[in-house]
């Protein structure tokens, strides 16, 4: 199964963007839906957007619809998650997952969560 590496996280302002790249290895990265997760001090982690296996349709949790945008790219293996208009309750360690498409779980046998990517959010 994959195995994701998760970067591109940092220090940003309210309302500023900010892209996150999930990264892959392991073969067959193009048979499995994606996910984008996060998780908050404190707090459970939560779904935030997911991709189908080609790329061409995505859902998103209601809190990142309109601000977020998922893509992936099947040569490059990578999961990319575009946000625009962020804000403090943004602030959180993004992971992302193979998902079942249409869930907002991580499927149930994925266990390799890579490190995630902090992402901060300043007011």
């Known amino acids: 199964q994959v195995q994701p590496v998760e970067s591109g996280g940092g220090l940003v302002q309210a309302g500023d963007s900010q892209t996150l790249t999930c990264e892959n290895s392991g073969r067959f990265f193009s048979s499995y839906a994606m996910a984008w997760f996060r998780q908050a001090p404190g707090k459970a982690r939560e779904f935030v957007a997911g991709?189908?296996?080609?790329?061409?349709?995505?859902y998103y949790a209601d809190s990142v619809k309109d601000r977020f945008t998922i893509l992936r790219d099947n040569a490059r293996n990578t999961v990319d998650l575009q946000m625009h208009n962020l804000k403090p309750e943004d602030t959180a360690v993004y992971y992302c997952a193979v998902v079942v498409y249409g869930s907002k779980q991580p499927s149930a046998d994925f266990h390799s969560w890579g490190q995630g990517t902090q992402v901060t959010v300043s007011s």
């Open positions: 991709i189908n296996r080609s790329g061409m349709t995505a």
